[in-house]
């Protein structure tokens, strides 16, 4: 499998693109992504799942304009400003219920870093 094979950024929405070895392979995947597809929790981007065919599944998800939490630590660092402390804890514990809530549903977030982590124009924190 290939994570992404592309990824194409239109307006409020991302489209990644997945491409399996095989249709087994694909939809053992795409029944994952088809329960995600139906979890709502408030710092979870949401999700829609479109089969392309036998091999290939995209993933439309909310985009952010491009918001990460590694953005946001650089242009700290490059500002040479502190964190704001309450800023900290609220993402941190944002990020906490949100991996409670995937833990609960048995699922895994494999790919946590701060280049994933969307921060909104509320300063939420995006899973």
């Not at 597809?37 to 089969?51: D, G, M, R, V, Y």
Request: include cysteine; aromatic fraction near 8%; proline fraction near 2%.
């Amino acid at each position: 499998m290939e994570i992404p094979a592309n990824s194409t950024t239109q307006d409020l929405v991302s489209v990644e693109t997945y491409n399996f070895d095989t249709e087994e392979e694909k939809n053992k995947f795409l029944g994952l992504f088809e329960v995600l597809e139906h979890l709502s929790f408030p710092f979870l981007a949401s999700l829609t799942i479109k089969s392309e065919d036998v091999k290939t599944i995209c993933v439309e998800h909310e985009n952010f304009s491009g918001n990460t939490v590694e953005l946001f630590i650089q242009k700290q660092i490059m500002l040479k400003e502190a964190i704001d402390e309450q800023k900290l804890l609220d993402f941190a514990s944002q990020g906490a219920l949100t991996l409670a809530f995937l833990h609960k549903h048995e699922l895994i977030h494999g790919q946590i870093s701060p280049l994933n982590l969307s921060i909104t124009e509320d300063d939420t924190l995006r899973f």
